[in-house]
């Protein structure tokens, strides 16, 4: 049946979203984080991956949660000498997140996560409507 395929696939959808998500929330959580010694390097963004599946008994393509795999791009940096983490030039190493673009993301990964919760209701009213009319 088409209707239970796309719910399957919408399904791993909101599964993908929602891990998504927790990997966002946790990189705006550490967006302010710094160490307490010199030299020791902050919290590292996290970039959620992704991979295709094949379910194999219904024929349908799924996604799922890929490896979350480190941001390697260079640390921010604030001048605050008095900072127990301030190097010898008075420099804090700061995490690699900015916010707004986990803010961004965040809001694109709740987009997806409706549209495929979307998905869902509609197959469900559709699959209702179609046992309503075959009781008729």
């Given amino acids: ?10 399904a791993s959808g909101l599964r993908v ?20 010694r010199p030299g020791a390097d902050p919290y ?23 490896r979350v795999r480190t941001d390697s791009s260079p640390f921010r940096t604030r001048i605050e000498p008095g900072h127990p983490a301030a190097d010898a030039n008075g420099e804090v190493k700061l995490p690699n997140v900015n ?7 965040m809001r694109e990964a709740q987009r997806s996560y409706e549209a495929n919760l979307n998905v869902i209701s ?15």
Avoid: H, W
């Fill in 44 to 66: 590292r963004r996290k970039v959620p991956t992704f991979k295709g599946q094949l379910d194999r008994e219904l024929g349908v393509r799924t996604v799922e949660l890929g």
């Fill in 99 to 105: 916010s707004l673009i986990e803010t961004m993301d």
């Fill in 17 to 36: 979203q929602s891990g998504r998500m927790k990997v966002i929330s946790e990189n705006l959580a550490n967006a302010d984080s710094t160490t307490d």
């Fill in 1 to 10: 049946m088409d209707l239970l395929k796309s719910i399957v696939a919408a």
């Fill in 122 to 136: 509609s197959a469900r009213r559709m699959i209702s409507r179609t046992i309503e009319i075959l009781r008729a």
